[in-house]
């Protein structure tokens, strides 16, 4: 038994590192390439906790190695587009100028019902609505509007509007983010004084959030009855 949890100690954070280095993706965003790798280090980080016999070494060490290809080929996708292309494919656009292009659909195996779902995900529930719709290269599908269903935005009404970064988080469940105060320009003085002000400590802040105009919005943590 104690074996077995010392090689979790040790694989455990060589597969999330191996995972890390690939990017911050969720599985749906993956590409191909990433997808196999990360399915391969996981098959093969279970054989030495299956097999005690097997040394850790079988394991740990196809596993870097699978690592280090990953790091070579994203490096090498990243630098020539045909490799890129190769790898990962190309996004395919299955509407164009409102006609559905069977043709790709039969070739990348598309489905209406796969469509349509594709397109609610992204708010549409109208076919006709649709201008344009493509299928990335990690499946999901980016769709762009006919023009008279698009949202009114001020641009279109000529209003004069000023962009603005939203409201960063200065404090999250008790715990103060010194990134948040970084971009906000606050600093831990100024925002403990602010506490004190309306007779708080950090520990009683739920959430606290402020815009670059100085605007905050706190909300405080319950009481546990």
């Not at 292009?101 to 109208?126: C, H, K, P, Q, Y």
């Not at 001020?154 to 999250?172: F, H």
């Not at 708080?200 to 402020?210: G, H, I, Q, S």
Request: charged letters at 20%; proline letters at 5%.
């Amino acid at each position: 038994m104690l074996t077995v949890f010392l090689r979790v100690l040790i694989l455990y954070p060589l597969v999330i590192f191996g995972i890390r280095l690939m990017g911050k993706r969720q599985i749906g965003e993956m590409q191909p390439n990433e997808l196999v790798i990360t399915i391969l280090i996981s098959n093969i980080a279970t054989l030495p906790l299956e097999d005690q016999n097997l040394p850790l070494l079988m394991s740990v060490a196809p596993m870097l190695l699978l690592i280090c290809f990953e790091v070579l080929l994203s490096w090498g996708v990243l630098k020539h587009r045909r490799l890129r292309h190769l790898v990962a494919g190309g996004p395919q656009v299955i509407i164009r100028s409102g006609i559905i292009d069977r043709m790709i659909m039969e070739e990348l195996r598309f489905s209406l019902d796969d469509l349509m779902t594709a397109l609610r995900t992204n708010g549409v529930f109208d076919l006709r609505e649709v201008q344009l719709a493509v299928v990335e290269t990690n499946g999901n599908v980016s769709v762009y509007q006919k023009a008279d269903a698009r949202p009114v935005t001020c641009g279109d009404l000529k209003l004069p509007v000023q962009s603005a970064d939203p409201p960063e988080v200065l404090i999250a469940d008790g715990c103060i983010s010194r990134e948040g105060l970084t971009a906000s320009g606050y600093t831990e003085q100024k925002l403990l004084q602010m506490l004190r002000e309306k007779k708080l400590r950090p520990a009683d802040v739920f959430l606290l959030t402020a815009d670059q105009s100085g605007i905050c919005t706190l909300l405080k943590k319950e009481a546990k009855p």
